[in-house]
């Protein structure tokens, strides 16, 4: 077989898995197995140790495919529009990837804070806000939202589309997805464009 054959057929499986992990994060936690992963699958246990070592090699690898989903959306669009309208669909493609992936994702949160991450050069929580600080600096240079500390503006941006708020949202209150963007997106502006002497850079 092609090695290049090999490396797609790998792939697949690969994300198989990491589906199936998805799946049992959300269902039960970080309480399964290996063995687990194997059944919920359909992929013998002996391919699963193949890809990974352990669970807790199961729980990072499906947090870094959901962090490189979502920079991956935020290059796209970025890319292609710009101001409020830039804004808003980001904030659609969020709370749509947040939907399928946010009750799984609560269970393997990193207990450091957004911003002391990007100070500790973390490689996918950096990218993440590389992928958001144009739009932000856009929007106050347009003078859509007055200057402001970017920082705490992302920051704003982070909490607000929590993968909780966004599941209890939908999943609880029973918004749909456009609803739940359309309500954050307005709320976070508001946010933005709150006194400038509450959102100001500090001296």
């Known amino acids: ?59 990072r690898e499906f947090y870094h495919r959901m962090v490189d989903e979502l920079v991956g959306e935020l290059e796209h669009i970025s890319t292609r529009h710009h101001g ?3 804004l808003r669909l ?39 806000y590389d992928g958001l ?3 932000v600096r856009e929007l106050i240079a347009e003078g859509i939202v007055p200057e402001q500390d970017v920082d705490y503006a992302i920051l704003l941006w982070i909490t607000l589309f929590d993968e909780r708020v966004i599941a209890d949202l939908t999943a609880t209150a029973g918004w749909t997805a456009r609803r739940v963007a359309r309500s954050l997106t307005a709320s976070l502006l508001g946010a933005w464009r709150a006194p400038s002497d509450v959102a100001a850079p500090a001296p």
């Open 1 to 59: 077989m092609p090695a290049e054959r090999l490396r797609r057929d790998s792939a697949r499986t690969r994300d198989r898995l990491l589906d199936a992990a998805g799946e049992l994060l959300a269902g039960r936690g970080t309480e399964f197995s290996l063995p687990d992963l194997a059944r919920a699958s359909g992929v013998a246990t002996a391919t699963v140790y193949r890809h990974f070592t352990s669970v807790h090699d199961v729980h």
């Open 84 to 86: 409020v309208e830039r």
């Open 133 to 135: 600080a144009p739009t």
């Open 90 to 128: 980001i904030d659609e493609r969020w709370v749509k990837l947040a939907v399928r992936w946010g009750r799984a994702s609560t269970h393997i949160r990193r207990p450091e804070g957004f911003l002391e991450r990007v100070r500790a050069d973390d490689p996918l929580t950096s990218a993440l």
